[in-house]
């Protein structure tokens, strides 16, 4: 059984990570799904979240919205509809448009027009880009003690 394997995560537009792994937990549409090496070969749909792996002991993060991934015993194929690894999350703009879909979210609730599937997935993505923000900075205050 292999000891580590591939984890390649990209988007329409661009590869946003490739590395030899140890570990991965995806964000699958009904909930987070743990791969080690060896896993069962499976597809999958993707939610919004926090993917999440460890290479050589280190863990990191990438903010993946919806897609799929494929799953093999020796690599973790994720096919993201956006992703974005911390550095490229300008965490401003996430808390900015969550607050405004948060607002939405409560103006609507007398609407019986509201659109709660786009306002619901515009509060998931903000999350998912604040959570994985906040894991790189708290991991950069960590090393700065």
Same mark, same amino acid.
């Given at each position: 059984?292999?000891?580590?394997?591939?984890?390649?995560?990209? #988007?329409?537009?661009?590869? @946003? =990570?490739?590395?030899?792994?140890?570990?991965?937990?995806?964000?699958?549409?009904? *909930? =987070?799904?743990?791969?080690?090496?060896? +896993?069962? &070969?499976?597809?999958?749909?993707?939610? @919004?979240? #926090?993917?999440? =792996? $460890?290479?050589?002991?280190?863990? *990191? =993060?990438?903010?993946?919205?919806?897609?799929?991934?494929?799953?093999? &015993?020796?690599?973790?194929?994720?096919?993201?509809? !956006?992703?974005?690894?911390?550095?490229?999350?300008?965490?401003?703009?996430?808390? $900015?448009?969550?607050?405004?879909?948060?607002? $939405?979210?409560?103006? /609507?609730? /007398?609407?019986?027009? !509201?659109?709660?599937?786009?306002?619901? %997935?515009?509060? /998931?993505?903000? $999350? !998912?880009? @604040?959570?994985?923000?906040? %894991?790189? +900075?708290?991991? *950069?205050? !960590?090393?700065? /003690?």
């Amino acid at each position: 059984m292999p000891d580590e394997l591939m984890l390649e995560v990209v #988007t329409p537009e661009r590869e @946003i =990570y490739r590395a030899q792994v140890s570990e991965v937990q995806l964000p699958g549409r009904t *909930g =987070y799904l743990g791969i080690l090496p060896g +896993h069962t &070969p499976l597809l999958t749909e993707l939610g @919004i979240g #926090t993917l999440s =792996y $460890k290479e050589r002991g280190n863990a *990191g =993060y990438v903010a993946v919205m919806e897609g799929f991934a494929e799953v093999l &015993p020796d690599r973790v194929t994720v096919l993201a509809e !956006a992703a974005e690894r911390p550095a490229d999350i300008d965490v401003d703009r996430a808390r $900015k448009a969550l607050a405004e879909a948060e607002n $939405k979210l409560n103006k /609507s609730a /007398s609407d019986p027009n !509201a659109d709660w599937d786009a306002v619901l %997935h515009a509060i /998931s993505r903000a $999350k !998912a880009r @604040i959570e994985v923000a906040a %894991h790189t +900075h708290a991991a *950069g205050s !960590a090393r700065a /003690s």
